[in-house]
């Protein structure tokens, strides 16, 4: 199984909403990564988790929340979202500690909409 | 980490061998270069990944010159279902910033 999966596919919210996006794989990888992606831009990195540990933040604002409740699952909570924060969120994991050098896999992302 | 370049764009006819050429000029020694592949709405897909020399798999090949200050993702023989945008990444292992560049849109024509 090299799948990742996201759910949900699709989001509407609203400002006032709290809401979650979930990412689940079962390659038995042990970094797993949130990405946000604008329309004709390339992705960008959000969060690291490295063996269920946040090891990177990229200075992303509080109203984005992730968790890692174990070596499978990842989690966002969105709360209070602005409708600039529309856009592809996109899970990825790898097999190692993370890092560029490590081949990610990707789910396929979920389309949110903050209205 | 090592800043990429590539070009925005890139026309190609199927069948015909199309060479994306990335520039980073400055690779760190321990710097690895990988090639992802994007279609719209879709997560980005590993394509290859090299240190130095050429690498070659079943989808691509991928040529670093002896200064690794660039490399070229070569596709042969492209058919319509390989136009995507195509990405270029550099960094460390050990390190776990990951940072896409602008990446190259390629559009496969009949």
């Known amino acids: 199984d090299t799948e990742v999966t996201q759910t949900p596919k699709h989001l509407v919210m609203g400002m006032t909403n709290k809401k979650s996006l979930k990412c689940e794989q079962h390659?038995?990888?042990?970094?797993m990564y949130w990405y946000k992606q604008k329309a004709k831009k390339p992705p960008e990195l959000m969060f690291v988790?490295?063996?269920?540990?946040?090891?990177i933040n990229e200075s992303v604002p509080s109203r984005f929340s992730p968790e890692c409740p174990n070596s499978s699952l990842l989690n966002l909570h969105l709360h209070a979202l602005q409708p600039e924060d529309s856009a592809l969120y996109l899970c990825?994991?790898?097999?190692?500690?993370?890092?560029?050098?490590?081949?990610?896999?990707f789910g396929p992302g979920t389309r949110l909409l903050v209205l | 980490l090592a800043k990429t370049t590539q070009p925005i764009s890139m026309d190609s006819y199927e069948g015909q061998e199309v060479n994306i050429t990335c520039s980073h000029n400055n690779i760190a020694t321990n710097d690895y270069i990988t090639w992802y592949q994007q279609f719209p709405s879709q997560g980005p897909r590993f394509i290859i990944q090299?240190?130095?020399t050429k690498v070659t798999n079943e989808v691509a090949s991928l040529f670093i010159p002896a200064d690794r200050k660039s490399s070229t993702l070569s596709l042969p023989r492209v058919s319509l279902s390989d136009t995507a945008v195509y990405y270029c990444?550099?960094?460390?292992?050990?390190?776990?910033?990951?940072?896409f560049g602008i990446g190259t849109k390629l559009q496969v024509i009949p």
């Open positions: 990825a994991s790898s097999q190692g500690g993370g890092g560029p050098q490590e081949t990610q896999y």
């Open positions: 990444l550099v960094g460390e292992g050990g390190y776990q910033k990951v940072t």
């Open positions: 390659m038995g990888h042990r970094a």
């Open positions: 090299g240190y130095k």
């Open positions: 988790y490295s063996y269920e540990k946040l090891s």
